[in-house]
């Protein structure tokens, strides 16, 4: 069992509306994809207003190889960790006091959209505070369920070792993927869902000290449950060539959730002895619209259980990993008393299923 108490997050500098990037798409793929404007609609229908990018939009005029697209996710994604780390230690929504890099006993760092090595945590680290004895756990390849997996592992390690401190970084730069040259459907389709930001989040045990600095009730994580979809590796992905990573997206998620998902969470909620009825909210990530309603027509839910995955979908489109927990963040800045009770959702590559069971608790 374990506590979240802090949650940080940052964004890259260059913002764009739906409507900028939907141009730039049209004015690259114009002389390269028939009837380009039929591909265009689902930038309408995504539901997304906002999107912040690694990169300039100018960025996407020329073409990239994988060296110099790799050199700027080192680049920024060092420095949003640097500054979600920084928001989740001095989260004064969260905290009455700030966290000290050196209490942290194990750091969680979450990526799959460039390679780094040593990791991104290593360079933190020279960077910050920590002590030389920190356990760095760096984990690749999750996409979307990182950071659901990874709050996973955060609780169970701080569940183990229930005086310590866990910190989990996610961090991802879809923008750096895209590819004008890339003629697949899939592709467009990215460009219509996927941004870039950061989360940092603190876990820490039932005896850890740290616990007292909570300003008020916390998410007490009580179980959690993964699930894998076997052969169903051309779901999510990358594909990698010459010029990196090419995402791989399918149609079909929407149906997956409502067959595979619906039997994962139908287990879970049996094994905790939970109805959806029995969740006053939702923490859903907001892989995008239509995922987000086959999560609300599985759970049937109708009275704005998920309306943080739409507001951070709205305002950020999908950042993959760090995205779930955007959400977690905006439900933990409301004022939810003791006992409320929420299911946390992620879906990624694998194609990969993780679910956890949240209590918000008064600490003791």
Known sequence: MAYILSIGTSLPDHEYSQEE??????????????????FLKVFDHAQIENRAFA???????????????????????????????????????MLTKNIEASSIDRIIFVSSTGISTPTIDAHVMNQHSFRMDIQRIPIWGLGCVGGASGLGLAHDLATAYQTENVLLVCVELCSLTFHPNDLRKSNLVGTALFSDGCSAVLVVGEKSKLRLHAKKELPYISKRSSMTLKNSLNVMGWNIDKDG??????????????????????????????????????????GGKKVLEAFEDVLESENGEFKYSYEVLRNHGNMSSPTVLFVLKKWMEDEKPAGSRALLSALGPGFTSELMDLEWREVQ
């Open 245 to 286: 990573l090419q995402v791989v997206f399918s149609k079909d998620i929407p149906t997956i959730v409502r067959t595979f998902w619906k039997d994962h969470a139908h287990l879970f909620m049996k094994d905790i002895n939970k109805t959806s009825k029995d969740f006053d909210f939702f923490v859903a990530h907001p």
């Open 21 to 38: 990037i939907k141009s730039l798409v049209k004015s690259l793929f114009r002389n390269k994809i028939d009837r380009i404007d039929r």
């Open 55 to 93: 990169v300039q939009k100018e960025w996407f005029d020329k073409n990239h190889s994988f060296d110099e697209r790799n050199q700027l996710y080192h680049e920024v994604a060092s420095q949003l960790a640097m500054k979600a780390i920084q928001s989740c230690f001095t989260n004064t929504e």
